[in-house]
């Protein structure tokens, strides 16, 4: 196993130099990067292509755009994030100011995966960067192409010392996490994230854990229909369902199933054409072990749309699986998938204990025209975060920190939430030494009396 102590060594020590903690490093540092990227676009566009087959519609709206947009919305706010934020002094603390520093954790490990594979390895870099962190970043073995461009293009911004790209597949992930790193921030699956959280609590390293799980996507009665159904086709089926927050399934009520069944098959000819699988601009999946995973769900209830497949190109097209329980296999884990199974509902009260009843899902989704449900609804479910009335575009928003909870992840970040994630909150009290108030001392007359008048 590799040892990576003299890279974090390095890190450390240039961490030390207290250089990137200055203000005009750290955004130089977020314009070089934009500029790389910008000079890098087509060679990304040609390695999202030949990794997963994305479109340059897809690469740039979900990718590079993407953090691009990120990288200028921190880059423009980051001064006044970094002042030390001035907060209320109780009157016990009479002659005291009181303040909050945000302080960089030193050096951040970032492992990232392969279904976004430069955006989920650039994100969390901008917080880093712009909380004042050194970073080691480990891009995922199963887009090597992709990887390769980001390397290069960290190596051309920056010293090694101060980010640096370690290529490598799992065994390399394990070799880093024994290292001291002062902050792991991890995006991949829930069984990966417990081994992550397992070898940062060895060393007692604070994790964000971005994982994933499965997703609901409710439909009720009352529903803008056509709307739903195409909002739903685009989210399931951007990246073909190889998305954490895509909907992994629906709950759709059963007074309104055959409408907007026939509503979800027009929406999807009519982004994928109705031949998906001869559509140049379809995703494929990421691996044959995948394909073999997903193409084995397309047995389970009843095929209600596409179905087919094409095993050379890795390939499926955008499915629709009706009269589904979840008792058939297709429930069991996450799909991460272009196949979306159908559970019928009547009573939202089926839908609460559904839920209810399984991990607490990185996103939900629900379409209803009602005030009262969707408030029903949002405070009886817990989950990271999702949309009334659409699906995935929370995600996009810097205003809104993203992030699961409990089994779906731990942390947030986006915009603002970045730069938290990647900064200790150091409370400060600033005393002053003209008078000494003398209630806190043992020694003082009716210390006792007094204290309580403060204290009740
Ligand atoms: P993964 O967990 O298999 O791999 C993620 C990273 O961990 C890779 O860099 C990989 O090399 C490393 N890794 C794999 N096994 C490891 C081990 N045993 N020890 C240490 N490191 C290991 O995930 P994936 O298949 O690349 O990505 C898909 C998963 O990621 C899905 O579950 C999806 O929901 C989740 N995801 C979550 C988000 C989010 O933002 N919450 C975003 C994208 C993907």
């Not at 961490?15 to 540092?29: M, W």
């Not at 996507?217 to 195409?230: Q, S």
């Not at 991990?359 to 989704?365: E, G, M, Q, R």
């Not at 990271?384 to 920190?401: E, K």
């Amino acid at each position: 196993m590799e040892n990576y102590s003299t890279l974090i060594a390095d890190q450390k020590s240039f961490f030390r130099s207290d250089k990137t903690k200055d203000i005009t490093f750290r955004i130089n540092a977020l314009q070089t990067l934009r500029k790389a990227i910008k000079n890098h676009e087509a060679e990304l566009m040609q390695a999202l292509q030949a990794d997963l087959n994305k479109s340059e519609f897809e690469a740039y709206s979900t990718e590079i755009g993407f953090v691009l947009e990120e990288l200028r919305y921190t880059a423009s706010h980051l001064q006044s994030w970094v002042r030390p934020e001035k907060v209320k002094t109780p009157l016990t603390h009479i002659g005291s100011n009181s303040y909050i520093y945000s302080e960089p954790y030193g050096v951040a490990l970032i492992i990232s995966p392969w279904n976004y594979p430069f955006q989920l390895a650039i994100a969390p870099l901008i917080g880093a960067i712009a909380a004042g962190n050194c970073a080691v970043m480990k891009p995922s073995e199963l887009t090597p192409k992709t990887s390769e461009v980001l390397e290069k293009l960290i190596r051309e911004c920056f010293p090694e010392e101060f980010i640096a790209v370690v290529q490598g597949g799992v065994e390399t992930s394990q070799a880093l996490l024994n290292g001291k790193f002062d902050y792991i921030f991890f995006t991949g699956s829930v069984p990966v994230g417990k081994i992550i959280m397992e070898a940062a609590a060895k060393q007692l390293i604070p994790v964000t854990l971005e994982l994933g799980g499965k997703s609901p996507c409710i439909v009720h009665e009352d529903a803008n229909l056509k709307i739903a159904a195409k909002r739903i086709a685009w989210g399931k089926y951007t990246n073909a369902g190889q998305t954490c927050i895509a909907p992994d399934y629906l709950y759709l009520h059963t007074n309104v199933q055959e409408e907007f069944l026939q509503y979800l098959k027009a929406a999807i000819v009519e982004l994928y054409s109705s031949e998906p699988l001869n559509n140049p601009n379809f995703t494929r999946i990421v691996s044959k072990r995948h394909f073999e995973r997903l193409a084995a769900f397309l047995n389970n209830g009843k095929v209600y749309v596409g179905g087919k497949t094409n095993p050379e190109k890795l390939s499926i097209e955008p499915t629709v699986l009706t009269k589904i329980s979840w008792d058939d296999s297709i429930m069991e884990d996450e799909i991460f998938g272009p196949i979306l199974p159908v559970l019928e509902y009547s009573e939202l009260s089926e839908v609460i204990e559904g839920i209810h009843e399984h991990p607490k899902p990185l996103s939900l989704y629900l379409f209803t025209e009602n005030n009262s449900i969707q408030e029903k609804l949002l405070n009886s479910v817990s989950f990271g975060g999702g949309c009334v009335n659409d699906t995935v575009y929370h995600f996009a928003s810097p205003h809104l920190p993203f992030g699961g909870v409990g089994p779906s992840g731990i942390g947030a970040y986006h915009g603002k939430g970045s730069f938290d994630t990647f900064s200790h909150k150091k409370s400060i009290l600033k005393q002053t030494t003209r008078f000494d108030i003398p209630f806190r001392y043992p020694n003082v007359k009716n210390g006792l009396k007094k204290i309580k008048m403060f204290m009740k």
